[in-house]
C-alpha cells in the first residue's frame, strides 16, 4: 500500500487564508478565537497569538533605543521606522491624490479607497470591508461577542462608545470628579481625557495639516478630511457621511423627526442649527456686520455672498453660455434656463416655473393678494418689482438710457426690448410659423396661438387667457377698477384707453 501524501498546504475556513507550515496554521486560528492563553508577568498583558506575546517580550527588553522619546524596540526596522515619527518623514506617496503616508501598510489600506477594494468579506451576510478592524468589529454582531459588561444592571455591549453611552443612563454615583469644574465620570479614561480641557494639551496631531486634537477620536475623525473615508452610509438614499453625528442627524430627512421646536411661533426643524438661525426671525439678531457698507446679516451664508458685492467675485460660471454669477442659488437657477426645467407646477391651473420666486407670485393671481400698496394713488402691486416700476410714473425717474438715441425708460425691460430696434436682432424664432420675435414675452405669448394654451384662468368666472395682461385686464371687470387721469382726475376701464386720452390731451395742448 503507497504512503499517504503530505498535506503542503493548510487552509483557514472561515477567512480562506492559506498557510505552508502547521505552526503558523494554528496561530492564525487564535485570530478567529477569542482566547488570549499568553499572558505577560511583567505588565498582565493577554496576547492571542506567541508571536504577539514573544515580540511584546522583545518590547519589554528592547535593543534600539530612540533617543528623542526613549522608547526601545526589539527589531530595527520598527526602530527606524519609529524615527519618521520624528523626522515626519513620509515616504509612501499616493499618485492619485497626493496623500503621503509614513508607514507602508497605511499607504495600502488608503489605496482602497481609490480602487474600492474590500478584502474582508462577513462569511454570514455577505458585507465586504476595507479594514481588518471594521471587519472584526463587524463580526461580533454575530456572534454576539460583548466585551463591555456594565457592573450595575450587568448590560453587555460590543462597543466601547456604546458602553460609555449606557452608563450616562444611571443616575448614579460617577466616581472621579474633576477638582477644576466639578464635572464628574464614570471611567478613568474619561475622566483622564477631559483633564485635557484644563491643561490645553493636545497629544494627537496631524502630520499633513499640523491641527491638533485632545481626543484620539477627534483625531481620527479628522483624518478622513484627507482620507476621504466616509464609512457611515446611509440605507436608503446611499449617501454617506464622515461623522457619525453628521449621519443619524440624516436620518431625520427619512423619518420625518423635528427635534427642534420654536417656542414663537412652533416651527419645527430637523438640525438644530436651522432652529439656531430661525430664532433671529424673533430676536432680530444680525450678528455678521459688513465692514464696508455697514449691511448686516443674519445669516453667515448670506454675508458672504454679500462680500462678493464688493470684491466683484462671481465664482460660478456656466459652461454653456459663460454667465457668471455670485451665489450659487442663482446658478443653479440659471442652468435650468438650458435645461428647461421647470420643477415648481402651479395645482391651480398647471403653469410651472423655474424659479421658486416666479411660482410664489403667480400664486398671487389665483389668491388676488396684493400685499404692495402705492400711498400717492391707492393702487396695490402683487409683485415688488410692479410696484417700484409704478412708482417711477409719480416720480418721473427713467433710469435706463440708450447711448445711441438717448431715449430714457423706467423699465429694463423695456429698454432692454428698445435696444433691439438699433440692432435689428431678433433672436426667438418660432419653428411651425417662421415667424421672428425680438424678445421672449412676446415669442411664448406668440407660441400659444399654435398650442392653444390658456394657463391665465379667472378664479370667479372660469374664463381663460393666453397672456397676462388680458387677464388682469378682465379681473378689473369684477373689482371694478378703474384708471384715472392724474391731470382731470378722468376714470377709464382700460390702459390703453387712459393711453390714448393723454396724447389726445398733449395734442390739445401743443395746439393751444
Not at 120 to 128: A, H, L, S, T
Not at 253 to 277: A, D, L, M, Q
Not at 375 to 392: D, I, L, N, T, V
Request: charged share 25%.
Amino acid at each position: 500500500m503507497d504512503p499517504l501524501p503530505l498535506q503542503t498546504t493548510y487552509q483557514c475556513e472561515q477567512c480562506e487564508r492559506s498557510f505552508s507550515q502547521l505552526d503558523a496554521y494554528k496561530e492564525h486560528l487564535q485570530v478567529h478565537s477569542e482566547e488570549t492563553p499568553h499572558r505577560c508577568d511583567q505588565c498582565g498583558t493577554h496576547f492571542r497569538s506567541q508571536s504577539s506575546y514573544r515580540k511584546h517580550q522583545c518590547n519589554q527588553t528592547g535593543r534600539y533605543q530612540c533617543d528623542q522619546c526613549g522608547k526601545t524596540f526589539s527589531y530595527l526596522s520598527d526602530y527606524k521606522t519609529h524615527k519618521r515619527v520624528h523626522t515626519r518623514e513620509k515616504p509612501h506617496r499616493c499618485e492619485e491624490c497626493g496623500n503621503r503616508f509614513r508607514f507602508l501598510s497605511d499607504y495600502k489600506i488608503h489605496q482602497r479607497i481609490h480602487t474600492g477594494e474590500k478584502p474582508y468579506q462577513c462569511e454570514q451576510c455577505g458585507k465586504n470591508f476595507n479594514r481588518l478592524c471594521n471587519y472584526k468589529t463587524h463580526l461580533q454582531v454575530h456572534t454576539g461577542y460583548k466585551p463591555y459588561q456594565c457592573d450595575k444592571c450587568e448590560k453587555s455591549f460590543s462597543r466601547l462608545n456604546n458602553y460609555r453611552a449606557h452608563l450616562e443612563t444611571h443616575p448614579g454615583e460617577k466616581p472621579h470628579r474633576c477638582e477644576q469644574c466639578g464635572e464628574r465620570f464614570h471611567l478613568l479614561s474619561d475622566y483622564e481625557k477631559h483633564q485635557h480641557v484644563h491643561t490645553g494639551r493636545k497629544s494627537y496631531q496631524c502630520e499633513q495639516c499640523e491641527n491638533s486634537f485632545s481626543r484620539l477620536s477627534n483625531y481620527k475623525t479628522h483624518l478622513r478630511v484627507h482620507t476621504g473615508e466616509k464609512p457611515y452610509q446611509c440605507d436608503q438614499c446611499e449617501k454617506s457621511f464622515s461623522r457619525l453625528s453628521n449621519y443619524k442627524t440624516h436620518l431625520r430627512v427619512h423619518t420625518g423627526e423635528k427635534p427642534y421646536k420654536c417656542e414663537c411661533c412652533e416651527k419645527s426643524f430637523h438640525f438644530i442649527s436651522n432652529y439656531k438661525r430661525h430664532q433671529r426671525v424673533h430676536t432680530g439678531e444680525k450678528p455678521y456686520q459688513c465692514e464696508q457698507c455697514g449691511n448686516c446679516f443674519s445669516v453667515l451664508s448670506s454675508y458672504k455672498d454679500h462680500l462678493r458685492v464688493h470684491t466683484g467675485e462671481k465664482p460660478h460660471q456656466c459652461e454653456q453660455c459663460g454667465r457668471s454669477f455670485r451665489i450659487l442659488s442663482n446658478y443653479k437657477a440659471h442652468l435650468r434656463v438650458h435645461t428647461g426645467e421647470k420643477p415648481y407646477q402651479c395645482a391651480q391651473c398647471g403653469a410651472s416655473f423655474s424659479l421658486l420666486s416666479n411660482y410664489k407670485y403667480h400664486q398671487r393671481v389665483h389668491t388676488g393678494e396684493k400685499p404692495y400698496r402705492c400711498e400717492q394713488c391707492g393702487k396695490r402691486f402683487s409683485g415688488a418689482s410692479h410696484y417700484k416700476r409704478h412708482m417711477r410714473i409719480h416720480t418721473g425717474e427713467k433710469p435706463y438710457r440708450c447711448e445711441q438715441c438717448g431715449k430714457s425708460f423706467s423699465c429694463s425691460s423695456h429698454y432692454k426690448r428698445h435696444l433691439l430696434v438699433h440692432t435689428g436682432e431678433k433672436p426667438y424664432w418660432c419653428e411651425q410659423c417662421g415667424k421672428h420675435f425680438s424678445d421672449s414675452s412676446t415669442y411664448t405669448r406668440h407660441l400659444r396661438t399654435h398650442t392653444g394654451e390658456k394657463p391665465y384662468k379667472c378664479a370667479q368666472c372660469g374664463k381663460q387667457y393666453t397672456d397676462l395682461s388680458s387677464h388682469n385686464q378682465h379681473l378689473r371687470t369684477h373689482t371694478g377698477e378703474k384708471f384715472w387721469c392724474s391731470r382731470c382726475k378722468r376714470l377709464f376701464s382700460w390702459r390703453s384707453s387712459l393711453k390714448v386720452h393723454r396724447c389726445v390731451a398733449v395734442d390739445e395742448e401743443n395746439l393751444e
